[in-house]
């Protein structure tokens, strides 16, 4: 994907989407980091059905301490791997308490250190509580980045630092959000709706309907 074509397929996602934010429900930058960190291999809609009805009780790293680890594997025990979520959810509730004051620290050596917070977790706190310019690369995120030809790589990382980098800086913001959202519900993994696709003129990608690709195939059995 060429430069022009970057700046074209940006300028679209953001007239159809002007203020992106994540689909995960959180009323602080707490809630946040905790409805992240449980949301590795879940849905956004499965994480929100429990936390709806945890952070009203406990919205705080002490009223998760509090609740003990049952109670709060009460509550999340409809999410994949509760177990290991709860108990690491547990213990950055304890080094918020006795390291930082209660607080979620703003940077990414800090937040990398919670037990269950990962690069990916880190970014997505930065930009979405902290306004920062990062890239949260997700499966949505590296299929896109692969098949669109925005910023192909081999692992996330890569996947991360050429969308940085390719990426014009007045998108970087809210880039990570539109990304996510159009691999979620367009750029899809198995049938990707490339007719229904604001920005299918700008990837790489092809062929980009099911007839076409029948058509392509039925000339290479003749060929």
């Known amino acids: 994907m060429k430069p022009a074509q970057i700046e074209s397929f940006f300028a679209t996602l953001q007239a159809a989407n002007p203020m992106p934010v994540t689909e995960l429900e959180y009323t602080s930058v707490f809630e946040l980091l905790a409805a992240v ?3 590795a291999q879940a849905t956004d809609v499965g994480v929100n059905k429990a936390t709806r009805k945890l952070f009203p009780v406990a919205g705080t790293p002490q009223k998760i301490l509090d609740l003990g680890l049952e109670g709060l594997e009460s509550y999340i025990k ?3 791997l509760y177990h290991s979520k709860a108990k690491h959810l547990m213990e950055t509730c304890r080094i918020l308490v006795e390291q930082h004051g209660g ?19 880190a970014n997505v706190v930065l930009n979405s509580a902290f306004g920062e310019a990062t890239m949260a690369v997700d499966t949505h995120i590296f299929r896109l980045g692969n098949r669109t030809g925005l910023a192909p790589g081999k692992t996330p990382l890569e996947v991360e630092q050429k969308l ?4 014009p800086a007045k998108y ?4 990570h959000h539109w990304l996510i959202l159009h691999g979620r519900y367009v750029c899809q993994a198995r049938k990707p709706l490339c007719g229904q696709c604001a920005v299918a003129a700008f990837c790489d990608f092809k062929p ?12 290479s059995s003749r060929v």
């Open 37 to 39: 960190l449980l949301s």
């Open 78 to 80: 409809t999410i994949g």
């Open 103 to 121: 607080q979620v620290p703003r940077t990414r050596e800090a937040l990398e250190a919670l037990p269950g917070v990962g690069r990916k977790t």
């Open 164 to 167: 940085l980098k390719r990426i």
């Open 172 to 175: 970087l913001v809210d880039a």
């Open 208 to 219: 980009k309907t099911p007839w076409i690709a029948g058509f392509m195939d039925t000339r």
